[in-house]
């Protein structure tokens, strides 16, 4: 962390919704950074919200969102992406007004698409941080989880734009580098740089017949290692983001035929040369 | 390491052609254990050499291959697949009659067919240690890279059974557990669980659009990792494997196939089962 504790809370009650790894993580790095009074946990699961307590990401429990967020001038919603709407809508009714709403949503357009009009107290600005962890749950909540990580925030020309730069000063102080980008274009990208990965590693994992999964090694073990992600989630991910995942899949068997063809028609150049291709992009990502 | 240097060594000279990561590896764990009272690594590349002396995977180097192998009792072929064929044949012209021949190469059914008839001094066993890393070249070698991983031997009804004997002995003194297979049956089982995760890795990485590389997180880092992997060796891993690798990707493109259907249709429950078939194969392999 090169943070150190503002002199001054920025924030007097942030409240988070979902206090899994993500939501977790927000509160402790929040915490550690001093940007707020005090920091509530919402959730219905109270073994998740006493292991939140527990580990110090949050100081207070609520199972009532209406109770959570009463009082709050920050709102955070980490929940998986099919209820983000619904909790937003929900916190609109219950938060004084000018609340500051915001989100940690894999898909962004359906969601902005949805909050566009129609929120009375809350000022929602859209957002996406690009981390994650191997392990779940708020007991592997890290503080220094966003440090060096890339947070996509979403406003569109009906954003608040006070609000936009207050959850860009959040994640910053955090130790993210923030990249504003329209909600499609998200959508666009993260197709491919997130689902799409996800879905190649699902598939490489159904496809290996059980009985030769004792002859797997380190190749098949990081390649498929994502597609131990909770299922129901990652099913709303894709089904969040349809036409883009669809698009982004029309490319990927475009280049699968393409290797295959050359597999198939003993072409060793041009399977070389496609090889090549994959590992351009990855060298030009690097480890 | 849980084996404690023998008090005789069992080979009295044992050459490593090709000193990279694996072959290197393969120097050191078995001078850490005493097995060999020389080791002289073979190589074309005398930087390689130079690395592999350095870091103490060998006691010798050689450029000619004769020279190399003129007295050895053990020689391990740890060479690009392409090239193990004709290595072996010069090894056999140029050992002591009865010499100990094995590989490391990838795959295995072209390269015992070949071998089966026409050595005359050296007795062949097909071999592959599923292990690697993510750097290559001697200078990363490991004595412990073997332990606790596979091993698979593909011993045919040709194949000298003392030898092969001989060669899992080797093996297990290096920490590993030996596996024996026909060698059609290893290229299967391979291709599923090695060959389909490098290809469907090269074709996420090589589908994602340049300008969306900054917005990869650890889904795609763990997805694509080994893309990286030398292309030009690849290729010969997947010709060498054509029929097989074919195969596997037919079931790939018939479950790619499926998860499409189940989005397209928007038949969330399939969807969701197909994802699950996944993390259940990959739970079970667990880490």
Redesign the interface.
């Known amino acids: 962390m090169t943070n150190t504790p503002s002199p001054m809370p920025q924030w007097n009650q942030a409240t988070i919704v979902g206090v899994g790894l993500i939501g977790g993580s927000i509160g402790l790095a929040m915490r550690a950074r001093g940007l707020a009074k005090s920091i509530v946990g919402v959730g219905r699961n109270e073994a998740s919200l006493a292991d939140a307590l527990n580990v110090g990401a949050i100081d207070r429990a609520a199972t009532d969102i209406a109770d959570g967020v009463k009082e709050a001038d920050l709102v955070i919603i980490c929940s998986p992406v099919d209820k983000i709407v619904h909790l937003v809508q929900e916190v609109d009714r219950h938060c004084p007004s000018g609340t500051i709403v915001t989100d940690a949503g894999s898909t962004k357009e359906a969601i902005t698409t949805a909050l566009q009009d129609g929120l009375t107290n809350a000022r929602f600005v859209g957002g996406h941080p ?4 191997a392990k779940a749950g708020p007991k592997h909540a890290d503080a220094c989880l966003y440090v060096g ?2 947070v ?1 925030l979403t406003p569109t020309e009906q954003t608040d734009q006070a609000a936009a730069a207050a959850v860009e000063d959040l994640w910053t102080a955090l130790g993210a580098t923030v ?1 504003c980008m329209q909600p499609h274009e998200h959508d666009e ?2 197709a ?3 689902h ?37 989630l ?2 709303q991910i ?2 969040s983001n ?1 036409g883009h ?2 698009k ?2 029309d ?3 475009k ?2 035929a393409a ?2 063809e050359a ?2 028609t ?1 072409d ?1 150049a041009k ?2 040369k ?6 351009n ?5 690097g ?1």
Chains 1, 2 share one sequence.
């Not at 690009?130 to 962890?133: I, K, P, T």
């Not at 496609?274 to 590992?279: A, E, I, S, T, Y």
């Open positions: 690009l981390a994650g962890g990580r890339t996509v990249v990208a993260l491919f740089t997130s799409l990965p996800h879905w190649a590693a699902a598939a490489v994992a159904a496809t290996t017949p059980e009985q030769w999964l004792p002859l797997t090694a380190t190749g098949w073990y990081d390649t498929t290692r994502i597609a131990a992600g909770d299922a129901a990652w099913r894709f089904t349809r995942v669809l982004a899949l490319k990927f068997e280049v699968l290797l295959r597999l198939e003993e060793d399977l070389e496609l090889l090549n291709d994959g590992k992009r990855r060298d030009a990502v480890n």
